[in-house]
């Protein structure tokens, strides 16, 4: 069965994927920064290999691909780990200059790194990257211009990856609004039970790694299965 | 003439079985598109097609005093690989596999007397970006860095001491070779080869085992939608691996050996068509060289694996293959001796004036050529 590495797997659309792929029979690498809660959310999975740090951390980026090592082979790596920023998020004219290079950090940076780390395994195996991007992304909305632009920064990284590599497939893949904790910080104090629940974007994401589409960016409903055979 | 495809048809506005396709048959010259194929076969004819996939077998690394230099990866060197010390004489025995997919490339275990850790592979050297020519002044134990930290020392020349061009390498690649080309790596490409291309121009429909330097490029023109007109006209296909070394050979230069696979239910399909009077139709000179090496000496084909440094030609007629898909290629090299031990030297060399004639694109972009020889009377 194929292998794969996801980031930020304790919470929202991280854990949800994990769990989907591990009961599919998928062997998995993930970690997540709070040790307890990554074990927590794996709880009940077979062959699920738990590495807790945070995917800023150099040496825990090395341990990740230590244990790619010792697995034999990539198949998948999901750039799922992200960073929002102050909640509520400032506007950009008022945000902390400190804040938003944390932000690039987390969500360009460690991703870049992740992929030049396992960039071979993952090409022997002429494998996929899914970096987990947003609407904020490609929409301007007021409030989301750290993490919003630092996702645009995402989105453009793994264009121009799908044009040097192209043996792989490259997705920057936008769950869209979601029930999460991280939803819950962008929008303090509001009431998102209307948001759906991330398993509900998992099956679009399953359906990018079963049937490897051309590189790009895609939405959930870009991959909605339709209710009706056209 | 001979123009050069510098692109791929797709992007000459032609899909890939939009190239010209020359057939030379019994009943003369005939300019047709490779999706005519199946026009100039019939039922029960039995084409066999190579799987291996190409790697990206080009890397840019730094010599010891600086100077940049491309290095050309052709095979891991293993026990069993013709001129290494471990194999004795039998090339064609039942050697290392071919076909596990990831281990054939995968160069984790040293042969040939590297240091543990490391893998040893047949490399060339040259001088720059658009490979225009062979590196001529290396020497034993020098050292050419590679990307992310990997190198690779050169051991000795191959196959022997007077050979030129080929080295014995020991890769330190800090993981599996085929992992790092996949990454560092670019398709190996000439200077008549205008811009890069990515890999994925330089792989067959067939391809599924990585493992050749260079694409096996006569099963390129072929799509998923020919071979489905094909079957439904009756033709059968069937498979065969053989990993492609560099190609830069010059004249007078013997082939490389090479590793390949027969699959037994492929052997057992060829011995059927020929004893049913059909022809047996080798995608390639890469086929042809499968095919011709795991055939015994009455032509029966037996399932084989291993290393071959079988060279057709005049002294060695092909005993199998009585038909050839093959692209157009310098007539100059063992390319030729090779077509002419299948076809025969007059239909070949009536091929190669028409093309040059017609103006036919050379090269592995280019267009495409079917020799059917007369049955029976194929070598004359």
């Not at chain 1, 919003?148 to 609004?177: C, H, I, M, N």
């Not at chain 2, 001491?161 to 670019?186: E, K, M, N």
């Not at chain 2, 009536?350 to 020889?373: I, K, M, T």
């Amino acid at each position: 069965m194929p292998n794969a590495l996801i980031t930020g797997a304790s919470r929202g659309l991280g854990r949800a994927a994990a769990r989907a792929l591990a009961e599919r029979g998928w062997s998995l690498i993930v970690d997540a920064r709070r040790a307890a809660d990554l074990t927590g959310a794996m709880r009940g999975l077979a062959d699920v290999t738990a590495v807790p740090g945070d995917v800023t951390d150099p040496g825990h980026r090395a341990r990740l691909a230590e244990a790619v090592g010792r697995a034999g082979r990539l198949d998948v790596l999901v750039n799922n780990a992200s960073r929002l920023g102050p909640s509520p998020q400032p506007a950009l004219r008022d945000y902390p200059l400190d804040e938003l290079g944390r932000v690039y950090d987390t969500n360009v940076v460690a991703p870049l790194a992740l992929i030049q780390l396992l960039g071979a395994p993952l090409a022997a195996a002429a494998g996929a990257i899914v970096n987990v991007s947003s609407d904020a992304a490609t929409e301007a909305y007021p409030g989301w211009g750290g993490y919003g632009s630092a996702k645009a920064a995402l989105d453009q990284l793994t264009a121009v990856l799908a044009a040097e590599q192209p043996s792989l497939r490259w997705y920057a893949f936008d769950p869209g609004d979601m029930r999460t904790d991280m939803h819950q910080q962008a929008f303090p104090g509001e009431d998102i039970s209307g948001r759906p629940e991330p398993e509900t974007v998992v099956p679009a994401l399953l359906r990018l790694l079963g049937e490897r589409p051309p590189s790009g960016r895609y939405r959930v409903s870009d991959l909605a299965v339709p209710a009706v055979a056209p | 003439m001979r123009p050069a495809a510098s692109r791929p048809p797709e992007e000459r506005g032609l899909a890939r079985d939009g190239v010209r396709l020359l057939a030379a048959t019994p009943d003369g010259i005939v300019h047709a598109r490779f999706g005519d194929l199946p026009r100039f076969l019939s039922a029960g004819d039995l084409l066999v097609v190579n799987t291996s996939a190409t790697v990206a077998a080009a890397v840019d690394g730094l010599r010891g005093d600086g100077r940049p230099v491309l290095v050309h990866f052709s095979s891991p060197l293993e026990e069993g690989t013709p001129g290494e010390a471990a194999a004795g004489a039998g090339s064609l025995e039942e050697g290392p596999p071919c076909e596990a997919a990831g281990g054939s490339m995968a160069g984790g275990a040293a042969a040939g007397g590297g240091p543990p850790g490391e893998a040893v592979w047949l490399v060339e050297l040259r001088e720059d970006a658009a490979a225009t020519g062979p590196v001529t002044d290396a020497v034993p134990g020098e050292t050419v860095t590679l990307p992310a930290g990997a190198s690779l020392t050169l051991l000795r020349r191959y196959p022997g001491p007077t050979a030129t061009r080929i080295w014995v390498a020991a890769v330190a690649a800090g993981g599996a070779v085929s992992a790092f080309l996949a990454w560092h790596g670019r398709p190996i490409r000439y200077s008549y080869a205008g811009d890069p291309w990515p890999l994925p121009a330089y792989q067959t429909v067939f391809a599924r085992t990585p493992g050749s330097a260079e694409m096996p490029s006569a099963g390129r023109p072929f799509t998923a939608g020919l071979v489905t007109d094909l079957v439904a006209a009756g033709v059968v296909i069937a498979p065969v691996t053989l990993h492609a070394g560099v190609a830069s050979l010059e004249a007078g230069e013997p082939p490389l050996p090479e590793r390949f696979s027969v699959p037994e239910p492929t052997a057992q399909l060829v011995n059927l068509t020929r004893a049913a009077g059909r022809r047996v139709v080798a995608v390639g000179t890469t086929c042809t060289r499968a095919l011709e090496s795991a055939a015994g000496q009455g032509g029966a084909v037996r399932g084989r694996r291993g290393w071959t440094d079988l060279v057709l030609g005049a002294g060695h007629p092909a005993r199998v293959v009585t038909g050839l898909v093959t692209g157009w290629h310098d007539p100059e090299a063992s390319h030729l001796a090779l077509l002419e031990a299948v076809a025969g030297p007059a239909l070949v060399h009536a091929a190669y004036q028409e093309a040059e004639r017609a103006g036919y694109l050379w090269h592995e972009f280019g267009d495409s050529c079917l020799l059917l020889p007369p049955a029976g009377d194929h070598r004359l």
